[in-house]
DNA sequence: ACCTGAACACCGTTCAAGT
DNA sequence: ACCTGAACACCGTTCAAGT
């Protein structure tokens, strides 16, 4: 008995569940928790057997976000140039908040991967097809940036610290008073975002207006210089 | 003799002196080089030595990136909004392009220091002055995104491998017309980039046209939007 | 009271030794 | 020929022991 180790148990190793293992794992303990000694042993496996399928742990990553972008959904045919970009770049958002880590992961690759050619391309098919100019694609897509992978940046936004005590009545008046002397208009801003309502202003604001507001903002500055037969060189 | 070592010799540890030092650092060495123990090594310290300055790593590099925010300069005074936001910003950027770390640094940073709080104030407070309302200022604030730390992400510019061996001729021309294959716009895109030599396409194009360029869509957008009294939490 | 050496619990990756 | 244990050269941070 006992002839066969857990590890040999298992399926055997293969660089596609090596990938889901890490996603998984990224899923569920963040980004942070990616190691090739970690996920070895979650493997039930020496950690050098993982270097049989990654070269290493960029390839790692760069394998895990290739699973993400696999996730894009193509939108149906026939759209207009618009409907296709804004359909893809949902999409994209969609699979990037089913895996929160790939916006860092994303931010810090240096990928040229099949997949994120494959993505790209199909983007700037859908700009030429809608009648942009080669030059104008390019610039409209650098226009958009990460925002082609779904995400924007946080900004205001801050995750609270779970850990912190929660502040007294007093502290949160005194600090509340100072916030406002020194950083009056961001404190302008958070009260519009949360109808005047200073208890909610922790919450953060509506990730998704924001960013559906700024993507429709490009796309309609994108049509209009389509429109106009933008084709110089030149700032819009 | 050697009564002092050298380290005892040295300028007394300060904060500033901790944290200019990793600025220095990682303008030669990059962000990768900025390790506690790498770092007081550099200090003549003991690492421990560091936490009496700065808490823990994380901290250390929110007080790396308020070095470059400080060197961000405010514009003259009496300029319209659009102006001083886009001085701010075009600041901000070459702040960053002195500093290629802190593109990274910002963007994993959670950072809502006395430093970032106030850049942000005074850019929010740009746009109320131009007549947006605290809602818009919000909305325009977020379409801005990264744009107010004056860098984009490189999307298709890759730093290319120096230790890549150069490609043979014949494996350049077979990996050309598979790249045409398999991604025709992006080939196209980078053509145009280039205007049509190929032999350039690796350079990547001028990214402080594409940055201006997105910027100064995305401030014409927003004019329009409050030109037009927008108000309504609706999309563009 | 102050400072720090040694230690803890990790990393990614190499490589020689073993089967 | 294949696989892997041990090792290398690191990490950030804690903490008890030393001055």
Redesign the pocket.
Known sequence: MAQQTG?ARRAPLTRERVLRTAVARADAAGIG?????????ELG????????HV????E?LDGMVDLVIEEFDPPADALDWKDEVRERVLSARRAVLRHPWARLAIESRTRRTPAVLGYMDSLAGAFRGGGFSANLTHHVMHALGNRIWGFTPELFDEPADPDAPPPTAAAQEATARQFAERYPHILEIAMAATDGDLSRVGEGCDEQFEFEFALDLLLDGFDRLRAEGWTSRRRP
């Open positions: 590890a928790s990616i190691s090739m000694r970690g996920l070895a042993q496996v020496v950690p050098m057997a993982l270097y049989k070269a290493n742990k960029d790692l």
